[in-house]
């Protein structure tokens, strides 16, 4: 897991002293932290970004929760998050208001690690927040990182003659997260399309309602979950027969013409 180096009443202090008078670049240099760390906490602070007051670039975000640019931009075009473009010279930039991320960070917190999060990296420790890095404390250690190689060619290994959750014991890696990288690993072949990894749990059975009531598409879906879009299909339609399908969304389901012919 990455380390973050904490700030401390002396870094902020020379931070609000070195604001405005000298470059973003020779404030990084003095305390020892990238420029976009700097413009990150002076927004936090209140002594206003490089851009603009109130807003963060995608790169402060990912800087904030040490998360990938990519996942920002994913984030703001499908996921909700609230960001607007500004133009620059030779590309475009997005920016997020901080109260926006605040709220998003709160109604989507499966989706980021409170543990890459500095503490009062937000400004305020709220009640949710404080909840979430006792519930964060308990992933795999791994959660949320990227796969290396090696790490693949494990998996793969074990694909065979072990379970996910032993997989994922070795790994570092959540039950979940083994299996989509499962399905990415049958994209680029280097698994067998034709074999279930393992059977459901609560936990992609939620997801899965949850995701529907988003409407989301199945392939959509499928990637999420790290399952093929057929498995996708087969378990909704399980869970209906079932009776474990939510009763009022199904007729919501129905009424789409693209739902009705699953």
Same mark, same amino acid.
């Given at each position: 897991m990455r380390k973050w180096k904490t700030w401390t009443?002396?870094?902020?202090?020379?931070?609000?002293e070195m604001w405005g008078v000298y470059s973003v670049k !020779?404030? !990084?240099?003095?305390? *020892?932290?990238?420029?976009?760390?700097?413009e990150t906490r002076a927004g936090i602070i209140g002594l206003g970004s490089a851009y603009t007051s109130n807003l963060l670039s995608a790169n402060q975000v990912s800087e904030l929760l040490g998360v990938d640019g990519?996942?920002? !931009?994913r984030w703001i075009k499908k996921r909700g998050l609230k960001g607007r473009k500004m133009a620059m010279k030779q590309a475009e930039m997005w920016l997020v208001d901080m109260q926006?991320?605040?709220k998003w960070l709160r109604k989507n917190q499966d989706r980021w690690d409170s543990r890459k999060l500095e503490v009062y990296g937000l400004g305020v420790e709220s009640k949710w927040l404080q909840e979430k890095r006792k519930h964060d404390m308990t992933l795999p250690t791994k959660h949320g990182q990227r796969w290396t190689a090696a790490e693949d060619s494990r998996l793969i290994s074990y694909y065979d003659h072990r379970t996910v959750k032993?997989? *994922?014991?070795?790994? *570092?890696?959540s039950e979940t997260a083994i299996q989509r990288r499962v399905s990415r690993l049958k994209e680029k072949g280097k698994l067998p399309k034709d074999k279930i990894l393992v059977s459901w749990t609560t936990e992609e059975t939620q997801l899965l309602i949850d995701m529907d009531k988003q409407y989301l598409p199945d392939e959509e879906i499928a990637w999420e979950l790290g399952r093929e879009v057929d498995h996708v299909r087969s378990h909704r339609r399980r869970l209906r027969l079932k009776g474990m399908y939510p009763e009022q969304f199904q007729f919501l389901i129905c009424s789409l013409i693209t739902r009705c012919y699953r």
């Open positions: 009443e002396e870094d902020i202090r020379t931070l609000r !020779a404030i !990084a240099n003095r305390l *020892g932290r990238t420029e976009s760390a700097v990519k996942t920002v !931009a926006d991320l605040e032993e997989i *994922g014991e070795i790994l *570092g890696r």
